[in-house]
């Protein structure tokens, strides 16, 4: 086994998906933001927890279902001190919820390339050496193919991303990746050598 240096992208939209629905007020379809704050029911020994959305024009709610009808002992203790103090990390949870969003027939829409990476160097054992890994952080939702984060982060053109993946220089877990790909969390890219100088530059 040898030692050779891992990097962590973690990918960081600067805006949450928000809804495309008809607004009652505006009478049009509008964009809802994610406001960040939930709503907490309780009927009984049963809750109904909504993540709020506001129309960007008119302030016109809309209540997307997180849970419904769900006895109190079954939800996470901890997730319910979240919703009741509006936490970041569970708005931001559930409002990347592609599944939670389909569930509710709610029409997610989200900037692709309104993000930002976080980039932390840190040093692993792997089982190649002179090979770089880069283990990738992605929120649940959030759209972007390999061959865009590739274009941005290296600063080169598409066609030379789309080369690099069908060539193997750049492999998810030792395979071969297409270009059209999705980026999912925890996907670890193996880069061949040479690296280039802005893979460990923020």
């Known amino acids: ?21 008809n607004c009652s007020k505006c009478k049009e379809k509008k964009e ?9 029911n309780a009927n009984g020994s049963q809750l109904d927890i909504w993540l709020i959305f506001r129309c960007e024009s008119c302030e016109t709610t809309y209540n997307l279902t997180v849970l419904e009808r769900i006895e109190a002992g079954r939800v996470d203790k901890e997730e319910y001190k979240g ?5 970041v990390q569970l708005a931001g ?18 900037n692709r390339t ?3 990476v976080i980039i932390r160097n840190t040093t692993v054992t792997t089982s190649k050496e002179g090979i770089t890994e880069v283990e990738i952080g992605i929120p ?10 590739l274009v941005r982060q290296f600063s080169i053109s598409r066609s030379t991303a789309k080369k690099w993946c069908e060539t193997g ?14 980026v999912k969390d925890f996907m670890v890219l193996q880069i061949l050598p ?9």
């Open 1 to 21: 086994m040898n030692q050779n240096l891992r990097i962590n992208w973690t990918i960081k939209p600067k805006e949450l998906p928000s809804i495309l629905k």
């Open 32 to 40: 809802f933001k994610n406001s960040g704050k939930f709503r907490v």
């Open 83 to 87: 919703f009741l103090s509006n936490s």
């Open 93 to 110: 949870k559930y409002g990347n919820d592609r599944k939670l969003f389909g569930k509710n027939k709610a029409e997610m829409i989200q």
């Open 114 to 116: 309104d993000y930002e």
């Open 140 to 149: 649940a939702g959030f759209d972007l193919r390999v061959d865009a984060l």
């Open 169 to 182: 220089c750049v492999l998810n877990h030792g395979s071969l990746l297409s270009y059209k790909s999705k």
């Open 194 to 202: 040479p690296v280039p100088d802005s893979l460990t530059k923020s």
